[in-house]
C-alpha cells in the first residue's frame, strides 16, 4: 500500500472556498493567501513553537497555584468561609448533584491538567528537535481535547454567581481566582501560538 508523504509539498485545501493548493516554503512571521478568495490559508508565526512551549509553562504554574491557594472568601457578620478551586466539585457533590460534580471536575481541573500536561510532554523536546514515546497521539488527543477545556464558561458562572451573592456576604476574590484567570488567557495562547499544521511539521522533522 502506497504512504503518503508528509513533506511540505503536500496539498492545502483552501477552508473558504476549497480551492486545492500547493503549500508554499514561508518563512517566520509569513502567510499564506487564497489566489482565489483572499482568505488566509496558513500563518507561520514568529518563534511560534517557544512562543507555545513559555505559555505551556506558564500554565503548568498558573495550574498548580490557582489548586493550591483560595479562589474566594465570603464574609458574613463573623463568620468567613474560604473556597478552593477543587471545592466548587466536591461542593455540589455535597449538596446531591454527583454527575455535575464530576463533570466540574473532569472539565474545570482533569481536562486543563491533561491539556497542559499533553502540551508540554509534545513541545518541550520539540525545542531540541526531539520526540518522545507516544507524542503523534497525544499530540492529536491534545488538538482534539483543546475544545473540552470549559474554563472560561466556569469562570462565567462563578462571576454571574458572585453578582447575586454580593448582596447577601461581602466577597472577597483570592489568589486562586487571579491565576485561574491568567491561566486561562496563558493556555488559550499557548494553543493559539502554533498552527497545528506547524507543530505537525516540527514532529514530523523531530528524531525518536
Ligand atoms: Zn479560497
Known amino acids: 500500500m502506497p504512504v503518503p508523504s508528509t513533506s511540505s509539498a503536500q496539498p492545502l485545501v483552501c477552508h473558504d472556498c476549497d480551492a486545492l493548493l500547493a503549500m508554499p516554503e514561508l518563512d517566520e512571521g509569513e502567510k499564506a493567501v487564497c489566489p482565489r478568495c483572499v482568505g488566509v490559508l496558513?500563518?507561520?508565526?514568529?518563534?511560534?513553537?517557544?512562543?507555545?512551549?513559555?505559555?505551556?509553562?506558564?500554565?503548568a504554574v498558573l495550574f498548580v497555584v490557582a489548586n493550591s491557594f483560595p479562589f474566594l472568601t465570603l464574609r458574613a457578620g463573623f463568620r468567613e468561609s474560604q473556597?478552593?478551586?477543587?471545592?466548587?466539585?466536591?461542593?455540589?457533590a455535597a449538596e446531591g448533584y454527583p454527575y455535575l460534580a464530576a463533570a466540574v471536575s473532569v472539565l474545570i481541573v482533569g481536562a486543563p491538567a491533561l491539556l497542559i500536561g499533553g502540551l508540554l510532554y509534545v513541545v518541550m523536546p520539540l525545542l531540541w528537535e526531539r520526540r518522545l514515546p507516544g507524542a503523534i497521539p497525544l499530540c492529536r488527543w491534545v488538538l482534539h481535547a483543546r475544545r473540552w477545556n470549559m474554563m472560561e464558561v466556569f469562570l462565567l458562572g462563578v462571576l454571574v454567581s458572585l453578582l447575586k451573592l454580593g448582596s447577601l456576604a461581602t466577597l472577597m476574590l483570592g489568589t486562586s481566582f487571579w491565576a485561574f484567570l491568567a491561566l486561562i488567557i496563558c493556555l488559550?495562547?499557548?494553543?493559539?501560538?502554533?498552527?497545528?499544521?506547524?507543530?505537525w511539521e516540527h514532529?514530523?522533522?523531530?528524531?525518536r
Not at 203 to 207: E, L, N, R, V
Open 42 to 59: 496558513f500563518t507561520r508565526g514568529r518563534n511560534a513553537l517557544h512562543r507555545t512551549a513559555a505559555c505551556a509553562m506558564a500554565s
Open 83 to 92: 473556597m478552593l478551586l477543587w471545592q466548587s466539585a466536591t461542593g455540589l
Open 188 to 199: 488559550t495562547a499557548a494553543l493559539a501560538s502554533i498552527h497545528p499544521r506547524e507543530l
Open 203 to 207: 514532529i514530523d522533522q523531530a528524531h
